[in-house]
């Protein structure tokens, strides 16, 4: 397990940098302290710009999350974390779903390397399915009871944490050691316009229930100032952390 989760009080605020290209991430990266939070590259700009971009993020100081959800058969998978921590992010993901030998392929991939490890964060369910979606693909539980077995399963191989919505955070943290890192998006001050997320939870209230950090995406990197308003989130945050 890296040695960031002892630190993770000082950035607990991921930046999404859901943007089309090299450019516009970049002149984001501009905008932000890389003291102040930390960046997710997730599936869109990671497959038009490559891991070329990831290294130049992670050469400018940023830590990285390289949200790929990895979901294969178990060498695979641990090739695919080893792969990631070669570029040096901070922290990659897999999904639960693959199961026990997959993901402790994939947490042993990582324990084995040598180097600093990435924090290794498994995908319970996604939020956009909801119980019935589950049924529909064979699975009889009801969409809360499969993130909790899934969280706890993640924690019993290896994994780190996982990412869930932060309405899960209050029903996962008894569950799970204090050190298991609970990371949410869906984040929104009420000033924020909610987009298409379906229910979002407010900085304060995520972090009261668990949240260890928080996925914030358009409400910084579409305002007029991502500096000041990634600012506003800390500030929002500054009682209860
Ligand atoms: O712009 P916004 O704050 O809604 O961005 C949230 C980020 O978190 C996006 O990158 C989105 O893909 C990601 N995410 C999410 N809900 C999930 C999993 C990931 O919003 N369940």
């Known amino acids: 397990m890296s040695d960031t989760v002892t630190d993770r009080d000082n950035k607990r605020v991921i930046v999404a940098l859901d943007v089309a290209g090299a450019e516009a991430a970049f002149g984001l990266l501009e905008e932000l302290d890389r003291?102040?939070?930390?960046?997710?590259?997730?599936?869109?700009?990671?497959?038009?710009?490559?891991?070329?971009?990831?290294?130049?993020?992670?050469?400018?100081?940023?830590?990285?999350?390289?949200?790929?959800?990895?979901?294969d058969i178990p060498n695979t998978v641990a090739g695919a974390v080893k792969a990631a921590a070669d570029l040096g992010v901070w922290m990659v993901n897999i999904h639960a779903s693959?199961?026990?030998?997959?993901?402790?392929?994939?947490?042993?991939?990582?324990?084995?390397?040598?180097?600093?490890?990435?924090?290794?964060?498994?995908?319970?369910?996604?939020?956009?399915?909801?119980s019935d979606d589950l049924a529909e693909i064979g699975i009889n539980s009801t969409a809360e009871d499969q993130v909790k077995r899934l969280a706890s399963?993640?924690?019993?191989?290896?994994?780190?944490?996982?990412?869930?919505?932060?309405?899960?955070?209050?029903?996962?943290?008894?569950?799970?050691?204090?050190?298991?890192?609970?990371?949410?998006?869906?984040?929104?001050?009420?000033?924020?316009?909610?987009?298409?997320?379906?229910?979002?939870?407010?900085?304060?209230?995520a972090i009261r229930n668990g949240s260890t950090y928080l996925v914030v995406g358009r409400p910084i990197t579409q305002a007029a100032s991502p500096r000041e308003s990634l600012a506003a989130f800390y500030e929002a945050v500054s009682g209860v952390m």
């Open 153 to 205: 399963l993640s924690d019993n191989c290896g994994l780190d944490g996982v990412v869930c919505s932060a309405a899960e955070t209050a029903m996962l943290r008894p569950l799970l050691p204090e050190s298991f890192c609970l990371v949410t998006p869906g984040i929104r001050r009420p000033e924020d316009a909610v987009g298409d997320q379906k229910r979002v939870v407010g900085p304060s209230e």
């Open 98 to 130: 693959g199961g026990r030998a997959m993901m402790e392929a994939a947490a042993n991939a990582l324990a084995n390397d040598g180097n600093q490890s990435p924090l290794l964060i498994g995908v319970t369910v996604l939020t956009s399915l909801s």
């Open 35 to 71: 003291d102040m939070c930390r960046v997710k590259v997730g599936k869109q700009l990671f497959t038009s710009c490559g891991p070329e971009l990831v290294k130049g993020i992670v050469n400018r100081g940023f830590d990285v999350f390289l949200d790929l959800k990895f979901h």
